[in-house]
């Protein structure tokens, strides 16, 4: 088994800097996922027709969210990451959110992060304003992906950067019950 990502902690150490694991790079129209038992990411599903992703999509390792699967980052850049690539990223908020499908509802949340330069401490230029434009554009994003894939995406509310770092926590407690110590639970292909 693949142990590099499987063993990367949520935080840096000593910082609230994200480690992000680039799922699915921006521009693209097939979505990717992290299987855990290969240690590669394989391509779940083509993108509905006239659809790509906005921004770079990841998650963050060692948590476990309401749906399952390790939580959502959607990581605000103009830059395309290569799938794989393991990001510091600073919170900026979370959308709260829920995901409806064949009448189950569960929590399905996005962290809203930014890369960050380690280097000079910084988000990495150019940086990208999270204002009320882009807020709807990325619910509009999530609601209509969903709709046309028969499934509902049903935002709550964008909270604070403290809140997502609270949910983060939430979800490492439950990745926490759901793994052993040699190896994660399997993530959902």
């Known amino acids: 088994m693949h142990q590099g990502i499987v063993r990367l902690p ?40 006239g659809f790509c992703f906005p921004f770079n ?11 399952g699967d390790p939580l959502d980052v959607l990581l605000l850049s103009s830059h395309s990451l290569v799938i794989g690539t393991v990001v510091s990223a600073q919170i900026v908020a979370i959308l709260e ?22 280097v000079s401490n910084t988000a990495m230029i150019p940086t990208i304003a999270l204002d009320v434009r882009l807020k709807r554009a990325i619910t509009d994003f999530f609601r209509e992906y969903n709709e046309v894939q028969g499934k509902r995406f049903a935002p709550l ?18 990745g926490k019950k759901t793994t052993t110590p040699t ?3 399997p993530r959902k292909v």
């Open 10 to 49: 949520p935080f840096q150490p000593r910082t609230t800097l994200l480690n992000v694991v680039i799922e699915t790079s921006l521009g693209s129209t097939v979505k990717l996922k992290y299987d855990e038992e290969t240690g590669v990411f394989r391509a779940h599903k083509a993108m509905p027709l």
């Open 57 to 67: 999509f990841g998650f963050v390792p060692g948590t476990v969210g309401g749906d």
């Open 97 to 118: 959110a829920e995901q409806i499908e064949a009448k189950v509802r569960n929590r399905n949340d996005r962290v809203i992060a930014v890369p960050w330069n380690t």
């Open 157 to 174: 509310r964008f909270s604070t950067g403290q809140r997502a770092r609270q949910i983060i926590r939430q979800s490492m407690n439950a």
């Open 183 to 185: 190896r994660a639970r």
